[in-house]
């Protein structure tokens, strides 16, 4: 892998990454834009302990632009947008309009392939390891940031989840503090270690695989399951057989291997309600042990990727219990859902 580092024309850095070691990225974005200016504001909530952004700015984002506009595909053709380069295989920069800034985070934009009609599962393994190697070394970057706790790398795919522009792509989180979802994990992961002696997660996964009924698939150095209790209608979880903290950590087998699973996974999803239907929306996230806490070395990584969609044309809301309490209500039974997920296999 080459890994080029430039600015946009309003001083925002862009990173290309690319598989072969000779590539030159010396494009200039000639783009009269001005500075950037975010209002990004963290403020926590006295009841629940947890924290909102404020990031006004956003309402002015780019939304639904037509296709022969969109701002992540590659300059060429008349078009100009975040990327300078006629074409590139893997380009992360800092959003323009995000949600964390300054001494209140980071957050980046990582575009898959300059190929606007693809999605992440029309990648070629060797396209999706480049995509891994890029969610790597910005975990590693955004680690050395003083404002940085915690790396959240992920995916939103589908206008149903709320994307706004058609191109693949996903988002790095750079968080300053420690998101509530992984203070659960690690309060449940310390309260299992005072209880039993063992790792929380190394016993999840062990159960998964011992019960079986909710694998989806497992390989040498990987495992994927429904999780016992799903909250989500096809909700896949996938863990790298050697517990590791982030993917830094993960060795050269898991890494070798992550493509040929990833995909296979999503090309599943795409597969679960039939032949006809439109591209299944997902959520895809990594889930990454926050920096300098207690229990770091007992949390694992992990993939979770899930769709809202519940069955054909119906979508599952987050209403009433869901949204006033947290309490889910799952429709389809996790058992299900991974037979559902064993019978899709790519051929």
Same mark, same amino acid.
């Given at each position: 892998?080459?890994?080029?580092?430039?600015? &946009?024309?309003?001083?925002?850095?862009?990173?290309?990454?690319?598989? @072969?070691?000779?590539?030159?990225?010396?494009?200039?974005?000639?783009?009269?834009?001005?500075?950037?200016?975010?209002?990004?504001?963290?403020?926590?909530? $006295?009841?629940?302990?947890?924290?909102?952004?404020?990031?006004?700015?956003?309402?002015?984002?780019?939304?639904?632009?037509?296709?022969?506009?969109? $701002?992540?595909?590659?300059?060429?053709?008349?078009?100009?947008?975040?990327? $300078?380069?006629?074409?590139?295989?893997?380009?992360?920069?800092?959003?323009?309009?995000?949600?964390?800034?300054?001494?209140?985070?980071?957050? %980046?934009?990582?575009?898959?392939?300059?190929?606007?009609?693809?999605?992440?599962?029309?990648?070629?393994?060797?396209?999706?390891?480049?995509? &891994?190697?890029?969610?790597?070394?910005?975990?590693?970057?955004?680690? @050395?940031?003083?404002?940085?706790?915690?790396?959240?790398?992920?995916?939103?795919?589908?206008? %149903?989840?709320?994307?706004?522009?058609?191109?693949?792509?996903?988002?790095?989180?750079?968080?300053?503090?420690?998101?509530?979802?992984? %203070?659960?994990?690690?309060?449940?992961?310390?309260?299992?270690?005072?209880?039993?002696?063992?790792?929380?997660?190394?016993?999840?996964?062990?159960?998964?695989?011992?019960?079986?009924?909710?694998?989806?698939?497992?390989?040498?150095?990987?495992?994927?399951?429904?999780?016992?209790?799903?909250?989500?209608?096809?909700?896949?979880?996938?863990?790298?057989?050697?517990?590791?903290?982030?993917?830094?950590?993960?060795?050269?087998?898991?890494?070798?291997?992550?493509?040929?699973?990833?995909?296979?996974?999503?090309?599943?999803?795409?597969?679960?309600?039939?032949?006809? %239907?439109?591209?299944?929306?997902?959520?895809? @996230?990594?889930?990454? @042990?926050?920096?300098?806490?207690?229990?770091?070395?007992?949390?694992?990584?992990?993939?979770?990727?899930?769709?809202?969609?519940?069955?054909?044309?119906?979508?599952?809301?987050?209403?009433?219990?869901?949204?006033?309490?947290?309490?889910?209500?799952?429709?389809?039974?996790?058992?299900?859902?991974?037979?559902?997920?064993?019978?899709?296999?790519?051929?």
């Amino acid at each position: 892998m080459k890994k080029t580092v430039t600015t &946009l024309a309003d001083g925002r850095e862009l990173i290309y990454y690319d598989s @072969a070691d000779d590539t030159v990225r010396d494009a200039v974005d000639h783009r009269p834009l001005d500075p950037v200016s975010t209002s990004s504001e963290i403020r926590r909530d $006295p009841l629940l302990g947890d924290a909102v952004a404020i990031a006004s700015h956003r309402q002015a984002r780019t939304y639904h632009p037509p296709a022969d506009a969109c $701002p992540l595909c590659p300059t060429r053709d008349g078009r100009v947008g975040e990327i $300078p380069d006629s074409d590139y295989d893997v380009a992360v920069f800092e959003n323009r309009f995000p949600s964390l800034a300054g001494d209140s985070g980071r957050c %980046e934009v990582v575009c898959f392939t300059s190929d606007h009609d693809a999605s992440f599962a029309d990648l070629t393994e060797e396209q999706a390891a480049l995509v &891994l190697a890029a969610w790597t070394d910005r975990t590693a970057e955004l680690a @050395a940031l003083d404002q940085v706790t915690q790396v959240f790398c992920f995916e939103n795919r589908g206008a %149903e989840i709320g994307v706004t522009l058609g191109h693949p792509h996903g988002q790095i989180y750079g968080y300053p503090f420690v998101t509530p979802r992984t %203070e659960l994990m690690l309060r449940s992961a310390a309260h299992h270690r005072e209880e039993t002696g063992r790792n929380l997660f190394d016993d999840v996964v062990a159960r998964e695989e011992e019960d079986g009924s909710r694998v989806v698939l497992a390989t040498d150095h990987w495992t994927a399951f429904v999780p016992y209790a799903a909250h989500w209608p096809y909700e896949v979880h996938l863990y790298p057989r050697r517990r590791v903290p982030d993917l830094r950590e993960l060795d050269d087998q898991a890494r070798t291997e992550f493509p040929q699973v990833y995909l296979e996974l999503l090309r599943r999803f795409d597969r679960i309600f039939g032949p006809g %239907e439109p591209p299944t929306p997902y959520i895809s @996230a990594w889930h990454q @042990a926050p920096f300098g806490v207690p229990g770091r070395e007992d949390f694992a990584l992990h993939l979770e990727l899930f769709t809202i969609r519940r069955t054909s044309g119906k979508l599952k809301f987050l209403a009433g219990s869901e949204s006033g309490m947290s309490v889910f209500i799952n429709d389809v039974p996790p058992e299900a859902a991974a037979q559902r997920l064993r019978e899709v296999a790519s051929k």
